[in-house]
């Protein structure tokens, strides 16, 4: 059976679920706010020191993202949410196989962990030299990197793919999906 | 013989997982973000409430040798750096600008025409442009030294026309500028291009430049844009809070408004 046909059995399961399906979109949008949060620590906490209003924190996000899509383009937030969507994905579908096989298989979700963890570096941030990878002490950020963070971005989609057909293989060899 | 049993955090894993319903952990999730928020909550009031105290505890706590973001309001200055503004505006806000920071000309683009007619051509705050040119924006260094020899010919009005025709005309990557266009600039200015050329070519601001971005690793900017905002002082020194990056007109409404 080919890899494209276990993948697309283990997400049609999760797609008949709707619970599962909220839980992605849920933790999609949570990854993703955190990725563009934490390449751009320093300007929340900034702005987090003078004032707490929801509604100028909502405007220093959309700013944010706005920057990253004109000045390190599009694709680069296109990655990020990818990246978000498939974390999100993956993460659902080891609690649902978790959850239906009630055996919780640590190696295949080792991957994931590193996907995930790696998409962190991929969002461009909204100063110069404040990018996740900066802080690390990497002198220039994001700014010397050829794609502007889309590197990281790519990596970990990699590696979510990876573990997203692990977890699937692992479904259907423990009869949750067919 | 009694065996000892042994949990296996796999298992319970497992079992706690199982016994979970959808729907509980939906809400567990809700729960966990409301925590997180409560987190944020609490160190937002935190810094709120050292912004309004004594702040000297937070200044003592920074290194000078290693620079840190401050959490709170610090002693700036605002050396002797080009101002925009009346010079007895109640707030000062002073910006570390690098010319090849394509997010120093987003703020240029964006915002700060706002904050210029809204508050700086009002009396309100005084605009004060100190130089962050990062070492891997290769042009920076020479553009900012190019603004303080236009200062040189005409003053601070030179200056700030002189800045918004960088700002117009470099795509700010590293190298947006040519630095042939520098003296072309001036020409357009009517400033004396060939003096400003000798004046580039000798880096008699080379020293201003470099003390400029020493005072901005001492105060924690390493990031630019960054700015401080605070109440003028009339030493030329002022407790200034931070705000990092081209943020939208709204944080620094925010900003200026919690000064006055």
Redesign the interface.
């Known amino acids: 059976m080919s890899k494209v046909v276990i993948l697309t059995a283990a997400i049609n399961l999760l797609l008949h ?1 709707p ?2 399906v ?2 992605t979109g ?1 933790l999609a949008i ?1 990854l993703f706010i955190l990725y563009i949060v934490i390449n ?1 620590f ?2 929340f ?9 929801p ?2 924190l909502w ?2 996000f959309v ?1 944010q993202v706005e ?1 990253i899509w ?2 390190a383009g599009p694709v680069n937030v296109l990655a990020v949410a990818l990246v978000s969507f498939l974390a999100g994905l993956n993460l659902s579908l080891v ?1 649902l196989r ?2 239906t096989t ?3 298989i ?1 190696r295949t979700n080792v991957l994931g962990f590193f996907g995930i963890f790696g998409g962190a570096f991929g969002a461009a ?6 990018a996740l990878i ?1 802080l690390l002490g990497v ?2 950020g994001l ?2 990197f050829p794609l502007q963070g889309l590197e990281f971005s790519i990596l970990a989609l990699v590696l979510i793919a990876f573990s997203l057909y692990f977890v699937s293989k692992s479904m259907r060899e423990m009869g949750v999906t067919k | 013989m009694a065996t000892k049993a042994r949990i296996n955090p796999r298992k319970l894993l497992v079992y706690i997982l199982s016994k979970i319903k959808m729907t509980s952990l939906l809400v567990t999730l809700l729960i966990i973000a409301s925590f997180l928020i409560g987190v944020l909550y609490t160190k937002v009031s935190y810094l709120e409430k050292n912004v309004s105290g004594n702040n000297s505890v937070i200044a003592q706590d920074l290194d000078p040798q290693v620079p840190q973001q401050p959490t709170g309001p610090i002693e700036v200055s605002v050396d002797d750096d080009p101002v925009l503004g009346k010079d007895n505006a109640p707030v000062t806000m002073i910006e570390f600008v690098d010319y090849e920071c394509p997010f120093c000309k987003r703020f240029f683009d964006e915002t700060l025409s706002q904050i210029k007619s809204k508050y700086i051509d009002t009396g309100k705050v005084k605009l004060v442009m100190r130089d962050l040119p990062l070492d891997f924006h290769q042009n920076a260094h020479k553009e900012s030294q190019a603004a303080e020899c236009a200062r040189e010919q005409g003053g601070d009005s030179a200056y700030f026309k002189y800045h918004d025709e960088i700002f117009k005309r470099t795509t700010s990557n590293g190298t947006g500028l040519a630095l042939e266009d520098l003296s072309v600039i001036a020409n357009d200015l009517e400033l004396n291009s060939s003096a400003l050329q000798q004046c580039l070519d000798s880096e008699k601001y080379k020293a201003e430049v470099d003390k400029d971005l020493a005072d901005a690793a001492q105060y924690g900017a390493n990031g630019t844009p960054s700015f401080f905002i605070g109440k003028s002082d009339s030493q030329g020194k002022f407790q200034g809070t931070i705000l990092v990056g081209a943020q939208p007109f709204e944080s620094f409404k925010a900003a200026i408004e919690s000064v006055q």
């Not at chain 1, 941030?125 to 404040?130: K, L, P, Q």
């Open positions: 679920k619970a599962y909220i839980l849920i949570l751009s320093s300007v906490t900034s702005i987090l020191a003078i004032t707490s209003d509604f100028i405007k220093v700013n920057m004109e000045i609690v978790t959850r009630k055996v919780f640590g941030c909204s100063a110069c030299n404040t900066g002198s220039g700014a010397i």
